[in-house]
């Protein structure tokens, strides 16, 4: 009898619709003629999952007490009794009770399978062995049902069953997946927004692994023995010309053929420039790798090939990409030279040589002098070929007279020099003089002149070439000084550009030096007269800072700011003339950079201060009218009683009274929060911080709240967390005030969710948290940040609300303690408010007589 085949439907989390989607295809399966019959599954009082098991045959199953609870299982004898074609088993990494013949599920349904009977199942990812320990870190919450991994991998076929994570949420706040009474527990905990994005995370790359395994047994099966890269970094090598873009759509289209991987486009300027380099042609190419997804990096040096290849294996890079020109011999020297140098020094990283329009250089060959090795080498050579080929060639006319013959081996001479420069040039004119007078001038074969013209023409003819060398090589040395102002202009464009877009730090900055110039280690140093004039390091990028300037080492240079004060530093080898000039030109950024940091640290100090005379300000106007409001009221309410006490009746005074008491709480309210909020704009609220459990804060805070106004709901293992016990009670106590102001006739939960390995972290510290959920009107996207900032009211709200500085007071409390207190939209509607404060390392602080419930009522 055949094997029967495994169907699994997985899922990131609960609710996702694993169960809904089986019995679809239990249906579908049914009307294609197949004998199908359910197991067990499991509708978890959702009704249209119940209403998905009509039509479909059930087989009973068995009855079990646990607990006080009978509970039913799956009666897998029945089933392969019954013997369908397709049997429904719903939770595969369920336990089987004590006393069953299997200890798990899964065990039952490979019984199933060794009967012949195919399966439809479910599986959350959480269920997995291999990932118990890393959803638990992430959820919080413990799992102690699970499946062997490997068991799961040997299902015929894995279907993966999504959904976004905010609709999730949102069918969870509905009641499609918990009674209504554990919705706002289970919004706090697992079903967290991040929580769910992880999850998710995890089941796709879980599934792509299981893919690239079905992949390679597709391979083995087929026989296919050549490598197929499953991840590539393509490393493009841009000039700056305008031409970059071809190659680096090409480089892309190359990544497009791999699951995933990097491009990262090097730009390689040369400290004395490119011809054909263009700003825009660079901007545009800067733009284009970041819309592909890619990095942009630029890397400087006078070999353009080495600075390529250093760049790729610093980031490890599979793959090269350059270009070549097929425009004649100078296109191909300069072209096809460097990309066989790439080719020759790439070792196992494989390089793409991209064609490239006629006439369009590829990477530049380094420069040497002048022109260049690769012309003064050309020139020497012609130096020496074009006299011995014009002689050769006078000789087959021999009428033709002394100046014909001077004249045509000057043309060579002046051809030598436009290509090789001055010292090819005087080498060729003193060949041609030495070949002129040898076998043009009498007497023919030795190197006498007996005509004293001839001499003459022969010093003119050297002169002349001479000269015409000494043009070329000015001319030579002028355009090398312009590609190298151009050069050193773009470098300056490329920083200001960054300065205005990505506002670096000092840090950032250096690590962009040290990337440029490819070097270990860069630092800033700055000396004064306070510490004796000695250099004192202030901020460097590398594995271990670079030695002071001037210190003598190898392999370290230094230059030294318009500041002289201030220098930048680097190490790690040495660096030419042109790339201490492009250097230059970072360091008087670099102290740009310091002076816009400083500028800006006072801008904050100036607003810091204008925020507080605002404050100042706000606080009058607050005092002008909230606080005469309730004294007026108190006055009114003293001067009545005290003028017609004897005549008032019992229930009048005592409505009196309760006016006195309620205008007194509202004013020491005020009175309080204009305190605290004066102590957090002066800087001034500093915190006592200890352990505090959230139990103690919550029944301080909540005293003087009409019992069954909030509902809290405490996980049982919640950590104490680092906080000032006095702070964190008026954080929540406003809180819950301003809940109860603007939803009052919700439901407003304090929800308490577990805290694990994977807290949120908050200034490098894992922090525990509480929910303050209400579910009323909320509060728009655009108003969330401006909601915590003081004398705000939702709407314009009425003066007897209060004067917008609750939330602004516990926004303060809660930084000052080293947390976070942030907002965000209820799941249905509504506002939830989340304080975040770092967890305690010792033990908590326990006060007196607390009650330690974790759910009830306030």
């Known amino acids: 009898m055949a094997r029967g085949t495994l169907r699994i439907f997985l899922g990131a989390a609960p609710g996702v619709g694993k169960t809904f989607a089986m019995l679809q295809e239990a249906h579908q399966l049914q009307a294609n003629g197949k004998d199908v019959a359910i197991g067990i599954a499991l509708d978890h009082g959702r009704p249209e999952t119940r209403e998905l098991m009509t039509g479909l045959e059930i087989i009973s199953a068995r009855r079990f007490e646990g607990q006080g609870v009978e509970i039913e299982e799956l009666d897998m004898e029945a089933v392969l009794t019954r013997h369908p074609e397709v049997a429904v088993v719903d939770d595969y990494a369920h336990s089987n009770p004590p006393g069953r013949r299997n200890e798990q599920r899964w065990q039952d349904?490979?019984?199933?399978l060794d009967?012949?009977?195919?399966?439809?199942?479910?599986?959350?990812?959480?269920?997995?062995?291999s990932l118990r320990d890393v959803v638990g870190g992430i959820t919080g919450v413990p799992l102690t049902e699970t499946v062997p991994d490997e068991i799961v991998r040997q299902a015929d076929q894995?279907?993966?069953?999504?959904?976004?994570?905010?609709?999730?949420?949102?069918?969870?706040?509905?009641?499609?997946?918990?009674?209504?009474?554990?919705?706002?527990?289970?919004?706090?905990?697992?079903?967290?927004?991040?929580?769910?994005?992880?999850?998710?995370?995890i089941a796709l790359i879980w599934l792509a692994d299981r893919v690239d395994e079905g992949l390679a047994k597709y391979r083995a099966s087929q026989g296919i023995i050549t490598n197929w890269p499953a991840r590539e970094r393509v490393v493009v090598g841009l000039t700056?010309?305008?031409?970059?873009?071809?190659?680096?759509?090409?480089?892309?289209?190359?990544l497009s053929r791999v699951n995933g991987g990097d491009l990262l486009a090097v730009h390689v300027r040369r400290p004395e420039g490119q011809a054909r380099e263009s700003p825009q042609a660079a901007e545009a190419q800067r733009r284009l790798v970041t819309d592909l997804g890619g990095s942009y990096h630029t890397v400087a040096g006078d070999d353009p090939a080495e600075s390529l290849l250093d760049f790729a294996r610093s980031v490890n890079a599979t793959q090269i990409v350059v270009g070549i020109s097929h425009g004649g011999l100078t296109g191909r020297l300069l072209g096809g030279g460097v990309g066989a140098k790439v080719i020759r020094g790439s070792g196992d990283i494989d390089v793409h040589m991209v064609s490239r329009p006629l006439g369009s250089p590829g990477l530049p060959l380094p420069r040497f002098g002048a022109l260049g090795r690769t012309r003064t080498t050309a020139g020497f050579i012609l130096a020496v070929l074009i006299p011995v080929l014009a002689t050769a060639l006078l000789s087959f006319a021999p009428d033709l007279n002394f100046a014909t013959q001077v004249l045509?081996?000057?043309?060579?001479?002046?051809?030598?020099a436009f290509i090789g420069g001055l010292a090819p040039a005087v080498l060729a004119a003193i060949l041609d003089s030495l070949l002129l007078n040898y076998f043009e001038t009498d007497p023919v074969g030795n190197l006498s002149i007996s005509d004293p013209q001839n001499l003459f023409a022969l010093l003119v003819f050297l002169g002349a070439a001479i000269a015409v060398s000494l043009v070329v090589g000015l001319s030579a040395r002028r355009a090398r000084e312009a590609a190298r102002a151009r050069a050193e202009a773009a470098t300056l464009a490329d920083l200001a550009r960054d300065a205005l877009v990505e506002d670096d730090t000092v840090a950032a900055f250096l690590e962009k030096v040290r990337e440029t110039f490819r070097v270990r280690s860069a630092g800033l140093f700055t000396s004064s007269a306070e510490n004796g004039g000695d250099w004192e390091l202030r901020a460097f990028s590398g594995d271990a800072p670079p030695p002071p300037p001037h210190s003598g080492e190898s392999g370290t240079d230094a230059v030294e700011l318009a500041d002289p004060e201030t220098a930048l530093v680097i190490s790690g080898r040495t660096l030419t003339a042109g790339d201490r000039r492009l250097l230059a030109a970072h360091g008087a950024h670099l102290l740009l950079l310091q002076r816009r940091h400083s500028l800006q640290l006072r801008l904050r100090n100036t607003t810091k201060l204008a925020e507080g005379n605002s404050i100042r300000t706000s606080i009058l106007r607050a005092v002008s009218h909230d606080l005469r409001t309730p004294l007026a009221g108190i006055k009114l309410a003293v001067t009545a009683l005290q003028r017609q006490e004897r005549r008032l009746p019992e229930e009048i005074r005592a409505e009196m009274l309760d006016t006195i008491e309620s205008y007194a709480d509202r004013l020491d309210s005020l009175v309080g929060n204009l305190l605290d909020m004066s102590r957090i704009s002066s800087g001034s609220a500093a915190p006592l911080t200890a352990p505090v459990?959230?139990?103690?804060?919550?029944?301080?805070?909540?005293?003087?709240?009409?019992?069954?106004?909030?509902?809290?709901?405490?996980?049982?293992n919640m950590p104490p967390v680092d906080a000032d016990l006095g702070m964190l009670e008026r954080v929540i106590a406003n809180i819950v005030e301003n809940a109860?102001?603007?939803?009052?006739?919700?439901?407003?939960?304090?929800?308490?969710?577990?805290?694990?390995?994977?807290?949120?972290?908050?200034?490098?510290?894992?922090?525990?948290?509480l929910r303050i959920v209400d579910h009323g009107q909320g509060v728009p996207a655009a108003d969330v940040v401006a909601m915590f900032e003081p004398f705000q009211r939702l709407d314009d709200a009425p003066e007897g609300l209060g004067i917008g500085l609750g939330l602004?007071?516990?926004?303060?409390?809660?930084?000052?303690?080293?947390?976070?207190?942030?907002?965000?939209?209820?799941?249905?509607?509504?506002?939830?408010?989340?304080?975040?404060?770092?967890?305690?390392?010792?033990?908590?602080?326990?006060?007196?007589?607390?009650?330690?419930?974790?759910?009830?009522?306030?």
């Open 109 to 112: 349904v490979d019984e199933m």
């Open 115 to 129: 009967a012949g009977i195919d399966v439809l199942s479910t599986v959350s990812i959480q269920h997995l062995a």
């Open 158 to 201: 894995i279907e993966l069953v999504d959904i976004s994570p905010e609709l999730l949420r949102q069918r969870l706040f509905d009641g499609n997946i918990y009674p209504r009474g554990q919705v706002d527990a289970a919004l706090a905990n697992e079903f967290r927004l991040g929580n769910l994005f992880a999850l998710r995370e």
């Open 240 to 254: 700056g010309g305008p031409d970059g873009e071809a190659l680096i759509r090409r480089a892309s289209r190359i």
């Open 408 to 416: 045509v081996h000057l043309t060579g001479v002046m051809a030598v």
């Open 693 to 716: 459990t959230w139990r103690d804060a919550i029944e301080e805070a909540l005293r003087g709240v009409p019992v069954g106004a909030i509902r809290i709901d405490l996980a049982a």
């Open 740 to 769: 109860l102001k603007y939803a009052p006739h919700s439901d407003i939960v304090i929800v308490g969710p577990s805290s694990g390995p994977g807290a949120t972290v908050v200034h490098g510290r894992p922090c525990g948290e």
């Open 808 to 858: 602004a007071v516990a926004k303060g409390f809660t930084e000052a303690m080293g947390g976070e207190l942030v907002a965000e939209p209820t799941p249905g509607g509504g506002l939830t408010v989340v304080i975040r404060l770092p967890l305690s390392a010792g033990p908590e602080k326990v006060r007196p007589g607390s009650r330690h419930s974790e759910t009830g009522d306030a």
